[in-house]
């Protein structure tokens, strides 16, 4: 079955401090991914996505993921955290076939302290 | 950029009664648009894939006939709620992509807050 990872519920860390939130993929064929941030009783923002071409990916505010086949990994990164930056990260994947519904993972709450 | 706007960002109604919520692309035509839910602390549940002037395409498990959709426009798609109870409460979000058909993202709405009481 095809699906998104994203293995930590939580991520804190300091204001200032590079951070990482991980996410990993089982999708068949060549993946699309995607990063979105939701912040309280908000609908989602769209971060950055991978289609094609290079691997690192830069993206709004400051973000960057960086895709890995090997690892089957799309970590997202920031060098610099920002306590604005605390909010809830979502991964997506693309379905293979032509329906092209997203695949997501299950969240990471991402806490940045001052 | 691309908006998507709901209406309302928040009902509550009682038990029984149908709430409509309406997801309009502001500023560019969607032929498609997708329906999810979403509980406290959890991930976006797809609930259905709506396709401008055909039916939409439900998930397994999620019932048709409680959750209509309908979409009418290539603005405007909307989601009924019929005979609300207490479980329905969710934020339900809506997304829309844009008409060219190539892979652009998806672009969310802001949600709406439905509590049944």
């Known amino acids: 079955a095809q699906s998104v990872a994203q293995p930590e519920d939580q991520v804190n860390v300091a204001e200032g401090n590079p951070l990482t939130v991980k996410c990993t993929y089982s999708?068949?064929?060549?993946?699309?991914l995607f990063w979105y941030v939701q912040y309280p009783n908000r609908g989602l923002q769209f971060l950055l996505k991978?289609?094609?071409?290079d691997n690192l990916v830069k993206g709004s505010y400051g973000f960057e993921a960086e895709f890995n086949k090997s690892q089957t990994s799309f970590h997202l990164k920031k060098p610099s955290a920002l306590v604005s930056d605390s909010a809830l990260y979502f991964c997506?994947?693309?379905?293979?076939?032509?329906?092209?519904?997203?695949?997501w993972g299950l969240g990471t709450s991402l806490a940045v302290n001052p | 950029g691309a908006v998507v706007s709901q209406h309302p960002s928040w009902v509550i109604c009682k038990s029984g009664t149908s709430v409509k919520i309406e997801c309009r692309s502001l500023?560019?035509?969607?032929?498609?648009m997708f329906w999810y839910r979403q509980f406290p602390k959890q991930s976006l549940m797809l609930m259905a894939t709506?396709?401008?002037?055909?039916?939409?395409?439900?998930e397994q498990g999620v019932e048709k006939d409680k959750f209509l959709i309908n979409h009418a426009s290539l603005t405007l798609s909307t989601l009924t709620v019929t005979s609300a109870h207490p479980e329905d409460s969710s934020f339900y979000i809506c997304?829309?992509?844009?008409?060219?058909?190539?892979?652009?993202?998806?672009?969310f709405g802001p949600g709406t807050r439905l509590t049944v009481l």
């Open positions: 500023d560019f035509q969607a032929t498609t």
């Open positions: 997506a994947s693309v379905r293979a076939g032509n329906n092209r519904k997203l695949i």
């Open positions: 991978y289609i094609t071409g």
């Open positions: 999708v068949s064929g060549n993946p699309y």
């Open positions: 709506s396709n401008e002037g055909s039916k939409a395409t439900y």
């Open positions: 997304s829309a992509r844009d008409h060219s058909g190539g892979w652009n993202e998806q672009f």
